[in-house]
């Protein structure tokens, strides 16, 4: 399409390392002087949709203001149609040879903002949130630790594994985590005990947003699930390592992950990222027919993390990564969720699972990272970190590499705060 | 409360057997005549709240006529005292000695409806579902059967085991449920296939449903639990146990549970459930401070399952339990997940987990009545059953025993249809 054009330019001006090209334009939500809308991202700017359609510019692509809300269910309800007519209007009026909103100045003043002097909210209200096991790296390593003798579990090269998780406490990037307290058992305790939780962990993943699905009972095919998802984000999927072990057999964690789970503001279109595609690793065995897929199911997708302590000036990079390492692919987790007939929803969030390389620097969470706290994280202030202490922040970074050109996620960013007494 | 007085009586007859006198008055969502409305069960009617609130008969209880809405949450949202004084305010106007409504011909043809004219939906948005696991006979036998050296892992004692669910799923009584397809491993094949489950199972359970909370990282302990808890439903957790064994271990069920779960219409408030609050089992070991409470923490709701099949005249009763029997009560559950911090909000559903007695007619699921199918149901027709087959038909009822009434939950009903091809 194109609205994907390498070779595109807008009359704003976008720095060569920005997330926010004109071939990105992903979607968000932000208040401005007591006005919340859906806004589009390009360079240091955002674009007011809502202001843009009471203007008459966005109103071919969709029948009413779904963009002047405080979240962007009403826009996702409409369906894969509407988003790709949204973006490729909105990629026509920044484009630099295109003047109706250019060469409107008061118009431009009102519709063009300046991120920073912006919040940005949750994008979505969080219908059903579901976290996936997906990267082999990451679930070989922490069923090595776990259960060394048998590390990957017998369904796990036949399915997705995945559980629900909690939706009300998806929050957006930059809201702080408050330290968890918990039911604990030490290993050489009798009983267990409750407090604050000592082995606070990031899992750094991506997720994916959807549009409404078919009606109960109806599934989803592999072949057509890019039809109902909008887009991606960051997620950090923050873990009590210790509340974790304690609860989580025989239904799953629960409250070890229930307490926060910080997603990027900014939803990059699966449109924006279909140059990025890229081939999954190869599945052997071969998975069950429902579950194959044709083509490219992956995307390149470079992944870091970083950690600030109070003590440090600057972040450190702790992990490098990338989301083509995922075992199972997006169109394969959507077809798994709805092979039993359950619904898909607008809004519904889907993590990938922690996202781990092969390589000690590529691991997606501090448990690996720092395997189970034997080889703590040196970092440059002097200190050590195995798990996160209270005032460590943490960043999740993601971009697709063009050429001359990167789509990007921004951050996803979180500051952990001692547990209330 | 006044609401609750045995003796209290209704211009409106009540059957002496129904769910639904004055000392009830449970919440709902019905469709008449191209409308939506919240509305109130008496006997064998509903009053229409949404017209009750235009005809200025409700204005005194909440500020805007959050009635006239297709779902509770609108009411949910304003928290304990509006219900309390709708319920105060319905109460007043259907006693005996009350002309307000009983006298205004109009307004009351208006107002006071047939239930058997209506279509219930569902009565809430739902934001979150979890699923406990709180009856120590259910999970003992569960245990007993997979793990016979094991019955009751570990924490079981120590907090109440619970798992999230998948919302978009809950569906409101009388609802068909599709068969589910899954993957499924046989014990002697060697890799799994794709395909219907064979072993689709009820799980005969109460639910509750809550207001807003507090912020995120905020708790609710024990005592105040209730305040945040709206009332109850019945709820049928429809469970494929074929699909469930395969995929479980190590993140908990999944899509042996997402494809439907069946409430009850009516939300029957805590406050009418007040005078049968009863005792819980001892909890021995004694359970940590956060989850202790003080009182009688339990409800003693009288619980049956029935089923019938298509060459039944009429539905048999497989089963009879009580709510009382559970382990862990409603204000140690909510207690629990708000521990870490996380946010209750308005229409979230926790069930209770299967309520099993301790006698072999008294359990709460097909897999432990049939014993894993090894003592099959004998049906009147002739048949037998150890799980559910295409055209089943399976009916909870539920109600608290007063002397003279009862407060009942009506009936949370659904029929099993062929999975589809």
Redesign the interface.
């Known amino acids: 399409m194109e609205e994907n054009n390498p070779n595109l330019k807008s009359w704003i001006t976008v720095a060569a390392d920005s997330d926010f090209p004109i071939q990105n334009l992903p979607f968000g939500v932000f208040s401005y002087e007591g006005n919340t809308s859906v806004g589009v991202a390009i360079g240091d700017k955002i674009v007011h949709l809502g202001h843009l359609y009471d203007a008459g510019l966005m109103s071919d692509t969709v029948e009413k203001n779904v963009f002047a809300k405080s979240s962007l269910n009403p826009f996702l309800m409409l369906g894969k149609k509407a988003w790709r007519s949204a973006r490729k209007r909105v990629s026509e009026l920044l484009r630099e040879d295109n003047a109706e909103l250019k060469g409107n100045n008061d118009l431009r003043q009102k519709c063009i903002i300046d991120q920073n002097q912006v919040t940005m909210k949750m994008p979505v209200e969080v ?2 949130f579901v976290d996936f ?1 997906s990267s082999i790296e990451h679930a070989t390593n922490i069923g090595s630790m776990f259960r060394p003798n048998n590390p990957l ?3 796990w090269k ?2 997705p ?9 998806v ?1 957006v990037s930059g809201t702080s985590v ?1 330290r ?4 604990i ?1 030490a290993d050489d305790a009798e ?4 407090g604050a939780s000592k082995l606070l962990d990031i899992e750094l993943e991506m997720g994916f947003i959807t549009g409404p699905g078919k009606p ?4 989803i095919p592999t072949a057509e699930a890019l039809d109902y998802v909008f887009g991606m984000v960051l997620l950090n999927d923050w873990s ?1 390592r210790d ?1 974790q072990k ?11 992950k ?3 789970t910080s997603i990027s503001p900014w939803i990059v279109t699966m449109d924006a990222l279909e140059p990025f595609r890229a081939s999954s690793p190869k599945q052997d ?1 071969p998975v ?3 579950l194959q897929f044709e083509g490219d199911g992956n995307y390149n997708i470079h992944l870091e993390a970083h950690i600030k302590t109070e003590k440090m000036d600057a972040p450190m990079c702790m992990t490098k990564t990338n989301f083509q390492n995922m075992y199972w692919n997006i169109p394969q987790q959507l077809a ?2 709805s ?7 607008a809004g ?1 969030v889907y993590g990938s699972g922690t996202v781990s390389g092969t390589t000690p620097d590529s691991l997606g969470s501090m448990l690996e990272l720092c395997w189970r706290g034997t080889r703590p994280l040196k970092l440059p202030s002097g200190e050590e970190r195995k798990f996160l202490l209270d005032g460590d922040e943490v960043t999740l970074k993601g971009w697709c590499q063009g050429d001359g050109y990167r789509v990007g996620f921004g951050k996803c960013h979180g500051k952990i ?1 001692p547990a ?1 007494d």
């Open positions: 219908a059903s096991y579990m017998p369904n036949h399915l594994v995945g559980y629900n998780g909690r939706s009300s406490s929050v408050v968890p307290k918990g039911q058992k009983v267990p005990s409750f109960l009972s109806q599934t009590a509340i304690w609860e989580y057999v025989p239904l799953g964690p629960f409250l070890g229930s307490f926060a065995p069950l027919p429902h798994h969720v092979s039993n007939g359950t619904n898909i929803e519904d705060l209330i």
